[in-house]
């Protein structure tokens, strides 16, 4: 059984960073495409990056260039490095993992059958 626990999140004001943090158990990172959603109240799951087995990387168009995902096979943990963050960033961030994803499936949600609970990011003045 695969199992995620999210961590990591807060309160930061436009313009900081956080790093989430996704300790996963039952499987190695290594060996599956982990990857980060966000839910805003009111609004669809969105894509946010992923990280494929292989550690090839895939990033939303709204988080190029200033969010890096990443991986410690040592730690079995993957991370989102958050930086320049502003109030369309806030939201519940997701962390998902499946194994045999194909690159073209990396940013559907349906793809995931393992969820963490998530955590909360506040960007705010």
């Known amino acids: 059984q695969v199992h995620l626990v999210e961590s990591g999140g807060g309160s930061v004001q436009p313009g900081g960073s956080l790093r989430l943090s996704c300790v996963v158990s039952g499987r190695a990172v290594s060996r599956q495409a982990t990857t980060w959603f966000r839910q805003a109240p009111g609004k669809e799951r969105e894509f946010v990056a992923a990280?494929?087995?292989?550690?090839?990387?895939l990033y939303a168009d709204s988080v190029k260039g200033r969010f890096t995902v990443s991986r410690d096979n040592a730690k079995n943990t993957a991370y989102l490095q958050m930086n320049s963050l502003n109030v369309e960033d806030t939201a519940v961030y997701l962390c998902?993992?499946?194994?045999?994803?194909?690159?073209?499936?990396?940013?559907?949600?349906?793809?995931?059958?393992?969820w963490g609970q998530g955590t909360q990011v506040t960007v705010s003045s």
């Open positions: 990280i494929q087995w292989t550690g090839n990387t």
């Open positions: 998902a993992a499946a194994s045999g994803v194909i690159w073209s499936s990396l940013s559907n949600s349906q793809s995931y059958h393992h």
